[in-house]
Nanobody, 117 residues
Framework: QVQLVESGGGLVQPGGSLRLSCAASGSTFSMYYMAWYRQAPGKQRELVAGITSSGSTNYADSVKGRFTISRDNAKNTMYLQMNSLKPEDTAVYYC???????????WGQGTQVTVSS
C-alpha cells in the first residue's frame, strides 16, 4: 500500500507561481512512475506531467514551457513547479504513483489550486 500526500496548493494571481509537493510512503519510490493530474469541476481528470524512474518527463501541451516536474528519490517526494499560471490552470491537482510489482495505480487526496485576480 502506497500513501500519497499532496501539499503546496493555494490562491495565486494570474502570472504567479506555486510549487506542489507529493510525499510518498514506501521504500521503492525510485521504481515508481510518478505523475500529476488535475481535475476541474464538471471536467474529467487529465494528465499534467509525468516522470519515469530514470527521469524522463512528459507534459501536456497546455503546460509545456510553464510547468516543471521533478523528483527527489532520497526524500520520496515529487514536485511540480508551476510558473506563469493562468485562470484555466484552476483545478484540484492529484499525485499519482504507478508501481511495477505488482502493477497498480495509487492516488493522493488532491490539493486545490486557484488562479484568480
Amino acid at each position: 500500500q502506497v500513501q500519497l500526500v499532496e501539499s503546496g496548493g493555494g490562491l495565486v494571481q494570474p502570472g504567479g507561481s506555486l510549487r506542489l509537493s507529493c510525499a510518498a510512503s514506501g521504500s521503492t519510490f525510485s521504481m515508481y512512475y510518478m505523475a500529476w493530474y488535475r481535475q476541474a469541476p464538471g471536467k474529467q481528470r487529465e494528465l499534467v506531467a509525468g516522470i519515469t524512474s530514470s527521469g524522463s518527463t512528459n507534459y501536456a501541451d497546455s503546460v509545456k514551457g510553464r510547468f516543471t516536474i521533478s523528483r527527489d528519490n532520497a526524500k520520496n517526494t515529487m514536485y511540480l513547479q508551476m510558473n506563469s499560471l493562468k485562470p484555466e490552470d484552476t483545478a484540484v491537482y492529484y499525485c499519482n504513483a504507478v508501481t511495477r510489482t505488482p502493477p497498480y495505480s495509487y492516488w493522493g487526496q488532491g490539493t486545490q489550486v486557484t488562479v484568480s485576480s
